[in-house]
């Protein structure tokens, strides 16, 4: 089953978002108008909740979870995710904020409180360690992520063009009869 209710609560789905059949989606989640959440992806909403904007590609392979509220996290930290990001292949988000207008690169790890402001490119690879945040307009990469250099307009416009990319290929998928 790709959506699934956890204790009291179901993944809810803005209009015309996408999940691949092989997808798993669990629990306090909201998915917000034309995104995608491609195969192989686990959204996990168990203990906090997760939120996904507008426009928004969570790529093949790619885990998103939370840290639950306890003794060492009193409120513990949910996950969100701007509009307009694309989220590459094989990603982990854990408990961090991602603005919008974002690439976060194939293989890229952002922990625990972790925030990335509006309009940055996160390298494929790089590491942002819990608590990090990363500046607005900026290329980072490396593991711990580093600011490299400031983006360039073509580069900014590149998110909007993604984005919609994007979008035009899961309304293709759903068309052929695929996802949810």
């Known amino acids: 089953m790709t959506i699934r209710t956890y204790q009291g609560k179901t993944p809810s789905l803005g209009e015309r978002v996408f999940v691949d059949p092989s997808a798993v989606l669990i629990g306090d989640i909201?998915?917000?108008?034309?995104?995608?959440?491609?195969?192989?992806?686990?959204?996990?909403?168990?203990?906090?909740?997760?939120r996904i904007g507008s426009r928004t590609s969570i790529q093949d392979g790619s885990v998103l979870h939370?840290?639950?509220?306890?003794?060492?996290?009193?409120?513990?930290?949910?996950?969100?995710?701007?509009?307009?990001v694309t989220v590459g292949h094989k990603v982990l988000l854990h408990g961090c904020t991602i603005g919008n207008r974002i690439l976060v690169g194939m293989g890229c790890i952002v922990m625990d409180g972790a925030?990335?402001?509006d309009e940055v490119i996160l390298g494929a690879g790089s590491l942002v360690p819990p608590g990090k945040v990363l500046e607005s307009g900026f290329l980072y990469v490396g593991s711990p992520a580093k600011k490299?250099?400031?983006l360039t307009d073509k580069e900014r416009s590149f998110f909007a063009y993604t984005a919609g990319n994007y979008v035009k290929l899961k309304d293709q998928h759903i068309a052929e009869g695929y996802g949810e």
Request: a negative charge.
């Open 30 to 50: 909201e998915i917000g108008a034309d995104s995608s959440v491609w195969p192989l992806v686990t959204v996990r909403g168990d203990m906090h909740r997760i």
């Open 66 to 84: 939370i840290t639950h509220a306890g003794p060492f996290n009193p409120d513990g930290f949910p996950l969100t995710i701007g509009d307009e």
């Open 115 to 117: 925030v990335i402001e």
């Open 148 to 150: 490299a250099r400031p």
